[in-house]
């Protein structure tokens, strides 16, 4: 009986996992050089910095802001989660903010995790974001609102 309501657990806790990996891969991550000091980051901040109204982090590197393509899951959850603004809402917004001396230009726009990845991992003062299951040990998850990806009310999550 004691191995049953072992097996019984250890299939209870993998399922519990494999929802919670789920989860995770789902949510949107905010990801950072793993030099980088930037651990948490308040909604709000993070709405500033990639609106480009931020231009320095806390170690003193200018933030240099990425982004994914157009029609993108990852740009779509970033348009709905962090910008709350549909793909010409954005347009318009940065059309605007570099006209009145709020921002220099748009994020650097980039095709693919895999060169959002490299460019984070190698650009002191980058920041960007990803589908957290494109995360890997080259790059830092940043914590939003003192939570990370696949906690529950973590606020990033992908449509």
Known sequence: MLKRVSIASLALAAAICAASAQEKSTDLAIVVAKASSFDNVS???????????????????????????????????????IYKMDDGEYQTYFLRAV??????????????AAAVRRFVAATPGAIGYLLASDVDDSIKIVKVDGKAPGEAGYPLKAP
Do not use: C, W, Y
């Open 99 to 112: 006209f009145a001396g709020r921002a220099s230009g748009k994020p650097q726009q980039l095709n693919s």
């Open 43 to 81: 909604s709000l901040e993070l709405l500033r910095i990639f609106e480009m109204e931020k231009s320095k982090d806390g170690d003193g590197h200018k933030l240099i802001v990425t982004a994914r393509e157009s029609n993108s899951p990852e740009r779509a959850a970033a348009l709905t989660t």
